[in-house]
């Protein structure tokens, strides 16, 4: 079963905006791109979600090209408290397929 | 308080004899799910369901047994287990499937399990 591909890691500094990228290049017409951020020791969180071009709320922006094969997760001026894994994942209409994960580590 | 239980909090057992980890919430919700957490292989979903009585596979259902008779809770039956089973184990809920898309499920505290 397809699923999504994310770097492992990721170095970032505070303040910088991060870019991750996340490739799907067998998603379905009906599958959404979601992505969901995780601190050790707790459940996930969900970040935000999207289908095509552009979404955007209080935390972060999802760029989604035409072709839906890549998505891109914008979080704009990181700080520490951003560290964590953030997850790539294909939702099926109820059924989520995730990646690995990117552990994003920002440094002081 | 809102919230998702499991129980228990961490288990060892051994191969072949069967357990259940049991997950409540006391939300309302009509979407809960199951995952495990690997070293290296992230989160993966292991079943779900979208209301009483419906339940469907996720990523990894193989091993696996659930059930959802009442809203509240969706138990997670390893009939039989095995080594490979060793993992994390979160369930966690949401107001409905269409929530998903655009708030964050509740989990529970995490299950830690060891098949010897």
């Known amino acids: 079963l397809a699923k999504t591909t994310q770097p492992i890691s990721m170095d970032s500094y505070e303040g910088q905006e991060v870019n991750i990228t996340c490739s799907h290049n067998n998603i379905a017409t009906n599958d959404y791109i979601t992505w969901y951020q995780q601190f050790p020791s707790q459940g996930p969180r969900f970040i935000i979600q999207?289908?095509?071009t552009k979404v955007t709320n209080e935390v972060a922006s999802l760029f989604i090209p035409a072709d839906r094969k890549s998505s891109t997760l914008s979080l704009p001026r990181v700080s520490l408290s951003d560290t964590a894994v953030y997850y790539c994942?294909?939702?099926?209409?109820?059924?989520?397929?995730f990646g690995q994960g990117t552990e994003l580590s920002v440094k002081p | 308080e809102a919230q998702v239980t499991q129980n228990p909090r961490y288990l060892i057992t051994v191969t072949g004899k069967k357990l259940t980890v049991t997950c409540s919430q006391n939300?309302?919700?009509?979407?809960m799910s199951w995952y495990r957490q690997d070293p290296g292989l992230g989160l993966r979903q292991i079943y779900y369901?979208?209301?009483?009585?419906?339940?469907d596979k996720g990523d990894v259902p193989e091993g696996y047994k659930v059930s959802r008779k009442e809203k509240r809770n969706f138990p997670l039956i390893l009939e039989s287990p095995s080594p490979n089973q060793t993992s994390l184990y979160f369930c966690?809920?949401?107001?409905?499937?269409?929530?998903?898309?655009?708030?964050?499920?509740?989990f529970g505290p995490g299950t830690r399990l060891t098949v010897l």
């Open positions: 999207g289908y095509k």
């Open positions: 939300m309302n919700h009509e979407y």
């Open positions: 994942l294909y939702n099926q209409g109820g059924k989520l397929i």
């Open positions: 966690a809920s949401t107001p409905s499937v269409t929530s998903l898309g655009t708030d964050t499920q509740y």
């Open positions: 369901s979208m209301n009483v009585e419906v339940t």
